[in-house]
């Protein structure tokens, strides 16, 4: 299943003015900017990239077909955290599969 999950991002850090911004491409929750939303750590396991990703943001990683990248963290929202040819991102977890 190659379809990109939506990402989240905070829009206030205060509590009365959080809100719920919406985009064609992607639903932005409340969520604090350090939520324990990282749910599982797998330090030094590999992933491969199974279908190419262009990042639609600076803090995503570019994937090709057949990448090999270092998992570090496992988000709720399927986004995971990983290194690519030194490089530290997100990426959709629906595009990878255990190395």
């Not at 990282?38 to 990448?67: C, M, Q, W």
Request: proline letters at 9%; glycine letters at 6%; a positive charge.
């Amino acid at each position: 299943n190659n379809t990109v999950p939506p990402r989240c991002r905070l829009q206030s850090n205060k509590p009365s003015q959080r809100s719920l911004t919406t985009t064609n491409r992607q639903v932005y929750p409340d969520l604090p900017v350090q939520s324990p939303e990282f749910s599982e750590k797998k330090p030094n396991k590999l992933v491969k990239a199974i279908y190419p990703y262009t990042a639609a943001h600076r803090d995503e990683l570019d994937l090709k077909e057949g990448d090999c990248i270092l998992l570090m963290e496992c988000r709720q929202d399927k986004w995971y955290k990983g290194e690519l040819n030194g490089k530290v991102g997100l990426f959709p977890g629906t595009f990878v599969t255990d190395a």
